[in-house]
């Protein structure tokens, strides 16, 4: 089985071919041609999934998910949230946004936080919804080299180590993505009996 998966991140698609069934192979945009930055233009990120998810399937016509993910911070009222990826401007740089939201929080006791994932499946002239909460802390600097985005600044509830510390088969375990990939794979499962 072969389906879509609407991003053009690599980390992504690594980390999520990871978690899949062997039999399952993801196709990135890069691999169905898709050059077009799809719009994110929801205000939440269930809508951000399902556009991704629909363009690609109304343009190219495969099965397709797509996913959205944001990083919430409680005492910046949910902010970056939808935004996450381009926090500090439209040219989405890490780095920055890193180092924007560290400033944002220099004056803050509060660090509690949380990522969350929604995944929208396109399956069978269906849509299907998933959703992965990971629940932690922003630390105050940066720590690790793995991972993406966020994930150095990232301090999962129950662990002393970032995400970008952890190894990847401990993170995709217990990370929003990996949740909501779990919700995901349970669903193709299914459709394998």
Same mark, same amino acid.
């Given at each position: 089985m072969e389906i879509v998966f609407a991003t053009n991140n690599q980390n992504k698609v690594y980390e999520v071919q990871l978690l899949l069934p062997k039999n399952i192979k993801i196709l990135s945009l890069k691999d169905i041609g898709c050059t077009v930055d799809i719009p994110e233009t929801a205000n939440t990120l269930e809508g951000n999934a399902i556009l991704k998810a629909n363009y690609v399937t109304e343009h190219y016509g495969f099965d397709c998910f797509a996913d959205d993910t944001g990083l919430l911070v409680d005492s910046l009222n949910g902010e970056p949230g939808v935004l996450s990826a381009r926090y500090a401007g439209d040219h989405k740089n890490s780095e920055d946004n890193i180092s924007k939201l560290l400033q944002e929080l220099s004056t803050k006791s509060n660090r509690k936080a949380h990522f969350e994932t929604c995944i929208a499946l396109n399956i069978d002239h269906r849509q299907l919804l998933f959703t992965g909460i990971a629940e932690g802390e922003i630390t105050l600097?940066? !720590?690790?080299?793995?991972? *993406?985005? @966020?994930?150095?600044?990232? $301090? #999962? $509830?129950? @662990?002393? $180590?970032? *995400?970008?510390?952890? #190894?990847?088969?401990?993170?995709?375990?217990?990370? !929003? =993505?990996?949740?909501?990939?779990? $919700?995901?794979?349970? @669903? *193709?499962?299914?459709?394998? =009996?």
């Open positions: 600097e940066k !720590h690790g080299d793995n991972g *993406f985005g @966020y994930d150095p600044v990232f $301090k #999962p $509830k129950g @662990y002393q $180590k970032t *995400f970008a510390e952890l #190894p990847i088969k401990t993170k995709n375990k217990i990370s !929003h =993505r990996g949740k909501a990939m779990q $919700k995901l794979i349970n @669903y *193709f499962k299914t459709l394998q =009996r």
